[in-house]
């Protein structure tokens, strides 16, 4: 199932014009753990290189979860990227990341796969980003 919703958000990237990088990065991370996104995509506009995981709607080990947040906001500089599955999977990551993130200062831009077929876009910017928050100045 997690390839599949791979396979749906870099369509659904590439439609929205962003470029799809071909290899799969490994981050090394202070921990000595890896960090490797699920897709990698070059913004089309400003080309910044984002790093994109993809969610599916499953109940998770919340301590691997917490750590899997932390990296992820170490190897994207705190500008975290989220494809889910649906509205309810996009809710709980979004929980799972303001929990494990805490007082960190990060960007979240979350989506999710549903709504985007049902034509919604963001209401601030018109993009597929369907939930932005921003604290990270």
């Not at 396979?7 to 439609?15: G, H, S, V």
Request: with cysteine; aromatic share 8%.
């Amino acid at each position: 199932e997690h390839t599949i919703l791979n396979i749906q958000a870099t369509e659904m990237l590439l439609d929205s014009g962003y470029q799809i990088k071909g290899q799969a990065l490994q981050i090394e991370m202070q921990n000595g753990g890896l960090f490797i996104p699920d897709i990698t995509a070059v913004e089309p506009k400003s080309g910044e290189i984002l790093f994109i995981e993809v969610e599916r709607d499953a109940h998770k080990n919340r301590l691997s979860r917490k750590q899997k947040w932390i990296n992820f906001y170490e190897a994207s500089n705190g500008n975290l990227y989220v494809f889910c599955d649906n509205l309810t999977c996009q809710r709980v990551i979004q929980e799972e990341i303001n929990t494990s993130l805490g007082d960190l200062k990060y960007n979240s831009f979350l989506t999710n796969l549903n709504g985007l077929r049902n034509k919604k876009r963001s209401k601030k910017d018109g993009s597929i980003w369907l939930a932005m928050w921003k604290g990270k100045p």
